[in-house]
């Protein structure tokens, strides 16, 4: 287990991984910067704000037991985000070439991402409990809805076709 009272920055010409459970009062910020190589976060506590870039075609994996508030992210594979406590929302732009999984584990949770997001393979959302809803702006980009569950409002923006 690690605990930072703070931000925290990782860059990494390799792959990112956790072991435990990282804590963070800060931001978050990770970084792959060679060898389309992959995120893998799925033991996170993170207070503040997450931001992820990934080299080439790497995905990226994040499992966050609070909110989850996406900074600037830039993905060049795939994004699977889970909460498990909370919703998700995002702060900063979120890029995603492949596809884009975003997913509440406790009910009545929100998915808000009302940035001006690219997101350009398919995107699936899944929300439980009776009230979950799910809003995404997709900006100017065609949007490929996924297979999803949203138990609440489903409010999709896109500056192209939306299709499923």
């Given at each position: 287990?690690?605990?930072?009272?703070?931000a925290l920055v990782l860059t990494s010409g390799g792959?990112?991984?956790?072991?435990?459970?990282?804590?963070?009062?800060?931001?978050?910020?990770?970084?792959?910067?060679?060898?389309?190589?992959?995120?893998?976060?799925?033991?996170?506590?993170?207070?503040?704000?997450?931001?992820?870039?990934?080299?080439?075609?790497?995905?990226?994996?994040?499992?966050?037991?609070?909110?989850?508030?996406?900074?600037?992210?830039?993905?060049?594979?795939?994004?699977?985000?889970?909460?498990?406590?909370?919703?998700?929302?995002?702060?900063?732009?979120?890029?995603?070439?492949?596809?884009?999984?975003?997913?509440?584990?406790?009910?009545?949770?929100?998915?808000?991402?009302?940035?001006?997001?690219?997101?350009?393979?398919?995107?699936?959302?899944?929300?439980?409990?009776?009230?979950?809803?799910?809003?995404?702006?997709?900006?100017?980009?065609?949007?490929?809805?996924?297979?999803?569950?949203?138990?609440?409002?489903?409010?999709?923006?896109?500056?192209?076709?939306?299709?499923?």
């Amino acid at each position: 287990m690690s605990s930072v009272r703070g931000a925290l920055v990782l860059t990494s010409g390799g792959a990112i991984t956790d072991s435990g459970i990282a804590t963070v009062t800060g931001a978050l910020t990770a970084t792959t910067n060679a060898g389309d190589s992959a995120i893998t976060l799925n033991q996170l506590a993170v207070t503040g704000a997450v931001g992820v870039t990934t080299d080439g075609t790497g995905n990226a994996t994040l499992i966050n037991a609070t909110q989850l508030d996406f900074a600037t992210t830039d993905v060049g594979g795939d994004l699977s985000a889970t909460v498990t406590t909370g919703g998700i929302i995002d702060t900063g732009t979120i890029t995603v070439d492949g596809t884009s999984a975003f997913i509440t584990v406790i009910a009545d949770e929100d998915i808000l991402l009302d940035s001006t997001n690219v997101l350009t393979g398919a995107v699936s959302f899944t929300t439980v409990g009776t009230t979950g809803d799910v809003t995404l702006d997709n900006g100017t980009t065609a949007l490929n809805l996924g297979v999803s569950t949203v138990r609440g409002a489903l409010v999709l923006t896109s500056g192209g076709a939306i299709t499923d």
